[in-house]
Each structure stands twice: as structure tokens, then as C-alpha cells.
């Protein structure tokens, strides 16, 4: 019988109440292992009990810490873990960057709260947890499901705030008939990098966004308050306006290294344009951040920074571990 290990952390799926005070996270992990999973054993476990808003780099590490304790464990076969909506992102992103194991790792949660008239956590931890069993994803990395579909973690962003599915990006690699999973796609896989250390709680990469009018004000106030790289969120293929290569190239100069992204939702970095966008940023010393968001780009940024990375050295490894502008998201895909 395969036995997955869920983790608890909280979020809407483990929240209840309404009124003025609004719904907060209460329910343990064991609450939402009570499903019925017919050949399939769940044991449940808490992290941490809290709504994903309120986490910190220092969280994500201990969830990571506990993924990684129970795919070390010889009788586990794989391992869900539930998660807040808002940040859920993040935190699966770094677990897929450091992951090891052939195990699967799958997060889930809801968008309706435990006590809502129709919560959506028990039939999403249900298919999470099939995923996580299935010997056919083994290999797949981390992945997110959410309402009948899976994806992978890399490159996928919540995209919708109420939405039953809020999730898109990524590869999908599966989806859910009845009870039955159809798998469709493998991920590709990138070298893992090491697992974070306490250093990674404390390291700070900014977010910088661009938009009409914009200065570069922000990007000067992140330096001088010790951020140890920015990731710029720019505009369309990863442009600024006025001022910002400048400012890049003396941020870099100074030691607090740049990285390129776009606010555009969907689609790669791809630097073109000089009078200050992309050529001009990039000419400054930023990094682009190919096909990564700007907020899993600070995952990886902070990461490699965390493991003593130089910043000098950050473009060249940053560069290893994201995809670049033509790179297809998907190795495998079955018949």
C-alpha cells in the first residue's frame, strides 16, 4: 500500500470563521487527511499552521526542511503538502529548486475557506494526494493541483484570486478524470542546488516595479538599505524608463547584483531595445530571468546569494538554473 505523507501549513484550506474578523488558518493537518483514499495510506504532520500571507524566507526553509525529512523516510512514497494560495508559489518553487528525490512533491489548498458551504480542500487534497502516489510522475519534481489539474511548480503563478482553479503557467502534466489520474508531460528538470540554510531566512532581494513614470528612487532606496540584489520588475520583454540603467550599473557597481524581469504575466525576457530598456539594462550588469516571474525569481536569486554567491558572480549561476527565452518547459510528453 503507498503511503503519502501530507504536511500542514495552513492557509485558506485550514481556515475557518467569518464576520469582522475574518477567516483564520486553525485547522491541523490531520483535518485534512480524513479523506477517503481507497488503497492509498495518509499520515499528516503540522509545519506550521498560518495563512501564507504572513510567511517569511525562514518559513519557506522550514517546509522545505520537512518535504525533505520525509522523502528521506523509506516508507514514504510521496509527499503532499497544504499551502496558502497567496505565496504558494514561492514556496514550491524553492522546494523544486532543491529537490533530489525521485519522490514526488505536491502542493495543494483551496480557495474556499474549511467552513464555507462548499469547500474545495477536501477533493483538492484528494487528487494531491493521487498525484503525489503515482509512480507515473515520479521524477516530476515539485508540482501544484488545483480543481483536476496538475502542473509544475516552476513557472507557475496564481492568476486569478478567486477563481476554483487560481493557478496557470507551467507545464501541465496531469489532470484528473473521475478518480482516475491521466498523465500527459514530464517537467524538465534542472541540477538541484543545495537545500537553504538559516543564512537564507535573513538574505533580502527586493522587488522593484516599473511602470509609466517611474523612477529609479526605489532601486536606490533598496541598495542603501543593504537589499543584496533587486529584481526589476520591467516592463514588457523587460524594459525601463529614464534613469534605470544608470542606476543599475552603479547598484552592481556597489556590489548588489540586478536581476531583469518582466510584470508582463506570461512569456520570457528577451532584452531588445536600448534608450534604457533591456540592451541598456542588461549592457548595466542586470541579469535577465528568461522565463521565470519576478517572485520566483527572488526565490533563486536569494538562494544562490545564501550559499555565499558572490554577487559578481550571480549572473553566470542564476543563468544555470532558469530557462532561457526558447527553452520548451516540457521534455516528455506521452502518448
Not at 36 to 62: K, P
Not at 166 to 186: I, W, Y
Request: aromatic share 4%; net charge negative; charged share 15%.
Amino acid at each position: 500500500m503507498a503511503h503519502v505523507q501530507l504536511l500542514g501549513t495552513g492557509g485558506t484550506i485550514a481556515s475557518r470563521g467569518s464576520g469582522d474578523a475574518g477567516s483564520v488558518a486553525t485547522d491541523a493537518a490531520s483535518d485534512l487527511a480524513s479523506g477517503e483514499y481507497g488503497q492509498l495510506r495518509v499520515s499528516a504532520r503540522d509545519v506550521l499552521r498560518t495563512n501564507s500571507y504572513r510567511l517569511g524566507l525562514g518559513d519557506l526553509r522550514l517546509i522545505a526542511e520537512a518535504a525533505q525529512e520525509a522523502l528521506l523516510d523509506p516508507d514514504v512514497d510521496g509527499v503532499v503538502v497544504t499551502h496558502g494560495t497567496d505565496t504558494l508559489e514561492e514556496t514550491a518553487f524553492l522546494l523544486d529548486l532543491v529537490h533530489r528525490s525521485p519522490k514526488t512533491v505536491v502542493f495543494t489548498g483551496a480557495q474556499q475557506p474549511a467552513d464555507s458551504p462548499a469547500p474545495d480542500g477536501p477533493r483538492n487534497v484528494e487528487e494531491a494526494v493521487l498525484a503525489a502516489a503515482s509512480p507515473e510522475l515520479h521524477g516530476s519534481g515539485v508540482l501544484i493541483s488545483f480543481n483536476g489539474t496538475v502542473r509544475s511548480a516552476r513557472g507557475a503563478r496564481k492568476a486569478h484570486t478567486t477563481a476554483s482553479n487560481p493557478f496557470q503557467g507551467g507545464a501541465e502534466v496531469a489532470h484528473v478524470v473521475g478518480s482516475r489520474l491521466v498523465v500527459t508531460a514530464t517537467p524538465r528538470r534542472h541540477p538541484p542546488l543545495p537545500p537553504p540554510t538559516a543564512a537564507f531566512d535573513t538574505t533580502r532581494v527586493e522587488v522593484v516595479t516599473v511602470y509609466p513614470g517611474a523612477t529609479p528612487d526605489l532601486l536606490h532606496f533598496a541598495v542603501r538599505s543593504g537589499a543584496q540584489a533587486v529584481v526589476l520588475a520591467g516592463t514588457g520583454v523587460g524594459n525601463a524608463g529614464p534613469g534605470f540603467a544608470e542606476t543599475v550599473a552603479q547598484a552592481v557597481g556597489s556590489g548588489c547584483a540586478v536581476v531583469l524581469g518582466t510584470r508582463t504575466p506570461w512569456g520570457p525576457v528577451v532584452p531588445r531595445y536600448g534608450n534604457g530598456g533591456g540592451t541598456d539594462l542588461v549592457a548595466a550588469g542586470a541579469v535577465p530571468s528568461g522565463d521565470l516571474n519576478p517572485f520566483q525569481a527572488r526565490i533563486l536569486a536569494a538562494l544562490l546569494l545564501s550559499h555565499g554567491t558572490p554577487a559578481a558572480d550571480l549572473p553566470a549561476a542564476f543563468r544555470a538554473h532558469c530557462d532561457d527565452a526558447h527553452a520548451d518547459d516540457v521534455r516528455l510528453t506521452h502518448p
